[in-house]
């Protein structure tokens, strides 16, 4: 856990409730959520459903359950799934699929997280009594590994038209979709549309602490409701929570668009150091990568180093870091980060030159 006084940009799930949040949250009305019968939740799941155009939704304690969830409902087991080899499924929810679904993954090699129409044709499986069925196809908008690339929709409508030939079914995590409707202009229904399942995180730049939204046709949401209970995600008095993502929804949107500035800043800050390598122009949303070019300076090494000095990063590999930021980030912070990064080279560098 950093100190209030660290520049996080760990990721945008580090954010706190604000005290405007809070206060929203401590009048909640509330009531007994695993009967339907939070107000709150109730109201904050039909805002969701309407924002996404789907018929129905429910609360859940993460996205990651959101994801566990749909594709437990989607596939049998022994059913395979399709996504990009960065997705979120595969390296962050602890063989899930394999575990709760009993699904098979199959990565597919997108680019910054995303695949082609061309690339899903090529991956699903003829019909055959010996292969795996190929049950569904899954995409994260925006690409979290994929440095925040926001998928474009007409690559959506491609991937999903080759996905519907081959009767798949189509599943969004929407992490960061509210990023993608910020950066691009396209709404969340729009984006949605062509799956039968999509869901929001209110934990990531919406700011809020806990909880997640799934949404999907009635049905859909009538099963998600059974696992919902089955693995223990049913609440009670989950009103608290769920107002705060009724006030993220109406105070914690718009405002994404000055985490993607400050992205911008920070990439192109780092972009002028020696050291650091860097596609700015890849900079979409709120989330920078950058590799470390120094000889002799690991990125694990160079994180501890940041850390030091007051700036929590992640590092993504040996060499790649990544930076994220969110609502306590201000251009401010940026600026004392690009600094502190710029510090921390020129005394790796001057540890390396022969003293004369
Ligand atoms: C793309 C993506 N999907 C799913 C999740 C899981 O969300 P949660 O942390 O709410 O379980 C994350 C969290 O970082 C994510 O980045």
Known sequence: ??????????????????????????????GDEQKDED???RLLCDRVADLLGKEAAVFLPSGTMCNEIALA??????????CDRSSHIINFEAGGPAALAGAMVRAIDGKRGIFSAADLAEAIRPESRTAPRTRLVSIEQTANLGGGAVWP??????VMAVARKSQLAGHLDGA???????ASGVSARAYAEPFDSAWIDLTKGLGGPVGAVLTGSKDFIHEAWRLKQRWGGAMRQSGILAAAGVYALDHHVDRLADDHLNAQLLA???ARLPGISISPENVETNIVFFDID???????????????RGVVLWASGTKTVRAVTHLHITSGHIEAAVAVVEDVLRKKESVQSPAN
């Open 1 to 30: 856990m950093s100190a209030p006084n660290f520049i996080d940009l760990y990721s945008d799930t580090r954010t706190q409730p604000t005290e405007d949040m809070k206060h929203f949250m401590m009048s909640a009305k509330v």
């Open 39 to 41: 107000p709150t939740t």
């Open 73 to 82: 409902i989607h596939c049998r087991p022994g059913d395979e799934v399709l």
């Open 153 to 158: 929709l007409a690559t959506i409508r491609e």
């Open 176 to 182: 960061r979709l509210l990023n993608a409707v910020v």
């Open 268 to 270: 192109r800050g780092l």
């Open 294 to 308: 120094v000889a002799g300076l690991s990125a694990p090494d160079f994180v501890v180093a940041m850390k030091e």
